[in-house]
């Protein structure tokens, strides 16, 4: 074998062997790539397990208080149409009261409400 075929036939192993070696370490990163992917991947899907645990408490814990709400307002609905607590009030309360009751009305409803006081309009008849 001449020189010149030793020579072609060596730098051809080594330019064999360098693809070889680059292939391999390209292998190597893209396996590390890999497992670092797979563990965003896991610490994702813990996270969102966690929030679905947080969301699933939080969503019992509304329940329960529209609940207790819910039985709140019926108890006091109750408690304050008892018959002893119904008398007569003096006329400037019984005006404060009603005023009162319109204005929580009209914000539930959303209408305006009476631009006039109760004790600013004239006398009927």
Do not use: H
Request: hydrophobic letters at 45%.
């Amino acid at each position: 074998m001449t020189l010149a075929i030793q020579l072609a036939a060596a730098a051809a192993a080594l330019a064999v062997a360098f693809g070889a070696g680059w292939q391999a370490n390209g292998w190597r990163l893209e396996a590390g790539e890999m497992d670092r992917v797979e563990k965003a991947m896991q610490a994702r899907e813990a996270g969102l397990e966690r929030v679905a645990g947080v969301s699933a408490a939080y969503q019992q814990v509304a329940a329960e208080l529209r609940r207790l709400d819910a039985v709140n307002r019926v108890e006091t609905i109750r408690e304050t149409n008892r018959v002893e607590y119904r008398c007569q009030l003096p006329e400037p309360a019984q005006r404060l009261l009603d005023d009162a009751v319109n204005a929580a009305n009209s914000a539930a409803t959303g209408r305006p409400a009476a631009t006039v006081p109760a004790d600013r309009q004239p006398p009927p008849g």
